[in-house]
């Protein structure tokens, strides 16, 4: 059973910056894909960002160029660096290893002035 648990949410005014962490509590982990995802509102969870097992990478066109996936597999972790946050980043940011049914509890991030 992997478990995934995000850190890192919090208040930050537009403009500002986050950094989420996904800690995988079992280095299988490490042969999975891992994304980040984020819940608004509407409770539809879109993915924002991916990497491969091998360290591939792709995102979301809303948050190109802001956001960044990373993950060192020495420390089975993940990261999601945010910059330039905006209102409508604001929401519950979960991990999700992929392809898997392995999801983290999710951490709230809230951007407002």
């Known amino acids: 059973q992997v478990q995934l648990v995000e850190s890192g949410g919090g208040l930050v005014q537009p403009g500002g910056s986050l950094r989420l962490s996904c800690a995988a509590n079992?280095?299988?982990?490490?042969?999975?894909?891992m994304a980040w995802y984020r819940q608004g509102p509407c409770h539809q969870r879109l993915v924002l960002a991916q990497?491969?097992?091998?360290?591939?990478?792709d995102y979301a066109d809303s948050v190109k160029g802001r956001f960044a996936i990373s993950r060192d597999n020495s420390r089975n972790t993940a990261y999601l660096q945010m910059n330039n946050l905006q209102p409508d980043d604001t929401g519950t940011y979960y991990c999700?290893?992929?392809?898997?049914?392995?999801w983290g509890q999710g951490t709230r991030v809230t951007v407002s002035a």
């Open positions: 999700h290893l992929i392809p898997s049914n392995y």
């Open positions: 079992a280095s299988i982990a490490r042969e999975y894909g």
């Open positions: 990497v491969t097992a091998a360290g591939n990478t």
